[in-house]
Every structure is written in C-alpha cells, then in structure tokens.
C-alpha cells in the first residue's frame, strides 16, 4: 500500500495556521530593524552602545530560553507553552512601546526574547503533520518567515514615520494577541503530544553533534551572518538618516529586498537542485565580507551605503535558505532536531554580540565596524573553505509497530539493503526508525513499504 502524499486538508490547516502563527511573531522583530537605531538614540541614556545593546537584546533571551521552552511542552502541552511565549512577547512589546529611557527598552527587547516559542511551534507541527511531510511543512513556514522579512523591510519605515515606532511595538502587541486567539480557534489540536527527534533536541545527541566539524562550521557561520546583519542594522539607518528622512527608507529598503531575492531564488535552485551548494555558500560568503568593502568605501555617500547593503543582502539571501538545508543534510540520522536546536541557538546568539559589539565599536565610527565585519567575514571564509560538498541526503522516520520476532535489526537490515538509503537508526523503545536516503535513488514510499512488508511476514 503506497503511502499518501500530499499534505491532508488538517495538515495543511495545521502548517498555515502554524507558519502564520510564527511569521506574526517574526513580524514583530523585524518591523523594527530599519528604523531602531534611528529612534532609539533619541531615549533617555542611549549611548550608541546601549542602543546596539538593546537591538539585540532579545537573540540572548532568545537563544537561552528556546530550548527549554520546547522541553517544557513535551510536558504541560503545546499550547499552553506557545500562548506564555506569545504572552511575554506581547508583554516586552508593551514595555519597549512605552519606555521612556534605553534601560527599559533594554528590558522590553530581553522579554520580547524570553517568549521563545520558535521550538515549541515546530513540535506541534511535528505533532500534526506525518512524518514523511514534515519537510513541506518546515518550507512554508521558511517561507513565511522570509515574506514576514520583506514586508518589513518596506512597511517599518512608513508606520514609524506615520505613526511613530512605539506605534509599531503596540501593534507588535495586538498582533501576538491575536496569534494567542488563532492559536486556539485555528489550530487543532494534536492527537499526541511527544518528543520528536528529527524537531526538537535530543541531550544524548548533543556531544555527537558538538563535535561533528562540518556542522560547527555551520553554527559559526550562521552566528557570523546573523551578528553581521545586526550590526549593519545599528549603523545604516543612522548613516541613511544624514540625507534623507525616516519616512523615505523604505524607498532604500524595497529595491535593495527585491534585487537579493531575484538572486536568491537561482542560487537556491543551483545549489540544491543543481548540486552546487559548495559553491554557492562559498560566492555567498564572499559577497557578504565584500560588503562590508563597499560600505568602507562609500561611508561618505549615500550611493555607497545603499551599495554596500545590496550587496550584503544579495549574499545574506543566498545563504539564508542554503545554511539550515546543509544542517539537515549533516546531521546524523536520529539526531537533527539536536543539529538544527544548535543551529538555531548560535543564530540567536549572533543578533545579541551583532548588537553588542557593532553599539560598542560604533562609539568609534562606522569604519570601526564595518572593518570589524570585513575581518569577521574573512574569518568565516577560512573556517568554511574547506567545507565537504555534502551527499545530499534527506531524512524520513519511519514508525514501527515491532512484532514478536522483529526487532530492530531485521529493520535495519531491510532498510539498509534498499538501494538509496544511507544510514538507519532504529528506536525501539520511540517505535520508530530514522533514515537517511538519496531521493534520485529511493522513494519514501518504498522505504515505508519495506517495513510494512517487514512486519506483514513477522511470525504471529
């Protein structure tokens, strides 16, 4: 019997309703971005550090707290965890909305941080969607982040130049209101609430993962990129302020997004459907530390800042869909929600030390910084050159109902003889087996139908 595909109509409901979910809460980080360093320099005590400091503030709550969220829920629920997360979101929202001083801001953007859902969502998707959709699943929610991204890019400059930025707290506020409401009333509910391996972190998996040196090259430089865009958000909004009015960035920013996403959608395809992935994280890491060139060249004209942030977002769009694909394709079998649990936390850590350090060096000018940046790009140039091009696995689990007379190594056995298939581990006491497999070679289908047959011809 083949399985089905496609996604089931309480599939998709589950993943959209998710994906919106998560892209609300998204919204609220990013709505900010182009403008926070130009309105925060205006509170109370801001020092241009303490205005970095409170950029990227919520990635070390973020960061902290992710984890623990998602082990929490495996416990009380899904839903519960995400509406306290939502709830401490919408609360630091408020906070920083009506902070009058860069302390309390401090403080909103921290909490903003603590509601760090993002593990918890990915659960309850795991726990609505089968395993062998789940990949689907976790592109509409990338891509819902990445339309979450854009929109901003454009939209935060026009409510903060209409409204004020404090305006775009409120409504950051209301929104993750509303998500605690769809949460409810939109999503359903799932039918059993467990640890999944392949989504969420594992301990056991941890020391393995730590010390696996393809997939620390991806934690250093998804650390790199991340504080490195934070850091161009601390200073291009104050340089860009100097020839033209808050109201008006938006005319920067939406030429800028659209350019790097029309780059990003044939580098994506090269890299994965063409096999040059090696190649494209390599072109993109080079473009992102020249960026940083660029804005050294051109700090004293408006035409070299808006350069320098194209180049730096063509190269931060190419690697932004690439770097999580090579973490999947890595991680051993059984072990990628640790590798990706990992991942995420240095992405978090990244916009925490790209505030940090890029408000510190920014007491000394923009040069300061951005030579900073060009030697932190060179440096992760180093680290990743001699990355391996990766075999391009993908990942399936596949749950066992393990009869008297099959134990986990004839499961093994059958599914290591498919042609395809590049490594198993089996779970017993999980009920379940996690493959790695190349799909030009084997079908999920046939993987799925091994075992059935596995289990049909076990003695009863």
């Not at 609430?193 to 250093?220: C, K, S, W, Y």
């Not at 006491?429 to 139908?449: M, N, S, W």
């Amino acid at each position: 019997m083949k399985e089905e595909r496609g996604l089931t109509p309480a599939e998709r409901r589950a993943t959209f309703s998710l994906a919106g979910i998560f892209a609300l809460r998204m919204l609220g980080l990013f709505l900010v971005l182009p403008v926070f360093a130009v309105y925060a320099d205006h509170l109370e005590g801001a020092t241009p550090a303490l205005v970095g400091l409170a950029l990227g503030a919520y990635g070390l709550t973020q960061a902290l707290l992710q984890v623990p969220f998602g082990a929490v829920s495996d416990r009380v629920g899904r839903k519960p965890v995400i509406t306290g997360g939502l709830l401490l979101f919408a609360g630091g929202s408020l906070l920083c909305a009506h902070a009058h001083g860069i302390g309390g801001m401090i403080a909103g953007r921290m909490l903003q941080g603590s509601g760090a859902v993002a593990a918890a969502i990915t659960a309850l998707m795991a726990d609505l969607t089968r395993e062998e959709m789940r990949t689907r699943a976790m592109a509409t929610l990338g891509g819902a982040i990445a339309m979450s991204f854009a929109f901003s890019m454009v939209a935060g400059p026009v409510i903060g130049a209409t409204w004020g930025v404090d305006t775009i707290f409120d409504i950051v506020a209301a929104l993750a209101l509303v998500s605690i409401v769809f949460l409810w009333l939109a999503v359903p509910n799932p039918p059993k609430v467990r640890h999944h391996r392949d989504m969420e972190l594992t301990r056991g998996d941890l020391g393995p993962i730590l010390a696996n040196p393809h997939l620390r090259r991806l934690d250093f430089g998804v650390f790199v990129l991340h504080m490195a865009m934070t850091a161009v958000f601390v200073s291009v909004p104050g340089l860009l302020a100097q020839w033209m009015p808050q109201g008006s960035l938006w005319k920067v920013y939406l030429p800028v997004i659209l350019v790097s996403f029309a780059i990003m959608v044939p580098s994506t395809i090269l890299a994965e459907a063409k096999g040059k992935i090696r190649q494209v994280v390599r072109t993109a890491i080079v473009i992102v530390t020249a960026s940083a060139a660029v804005f050294l060249v051109g700090l004293d004209r408006p035409a070299g800042v808006i350069a320098g942030l194209t180049v730096f977002f063509i190269g931060f769009n190419m690697l932004e869909p690439v770097l999580p694909s090579l973490v999947t394709k890595f991680a051993p079998a059984g072990a990628r929600g640790t590798a990706v649990g990992v991942f995420n936390t240095c992405q978090f850590l990244g916009p925490f030390f790209g505030g940090l350090i890029g408000g510190a060096l920014m007491h000394a000018g923009p040069r300061a910084l951005f030579a900073f940046l060009l030697v932190a790009g060179l440096a992760w140039l180093v680290v990743a050159w001699g990355m391996q091009a990766p075999v391009p696995y993908r990942q399936v689990v596949v749950p066992l109902k393990l009869a008297d007379g099959v134990g986990p190594e004839q499961v093994s056995q059958a599914l290591s003889a498919l042609k395809g298939v590049g490594e198993v581990r089996v779970f017993p006491q999980e009920h379940e087996a996690h493959v790695r497999y190349l799909a030009k070679e084997v079908q999920v289908d046939d993987i799925f139908a091994a075992v059935r047959r596995l289990e049909a011809d076990a003695p009863t």
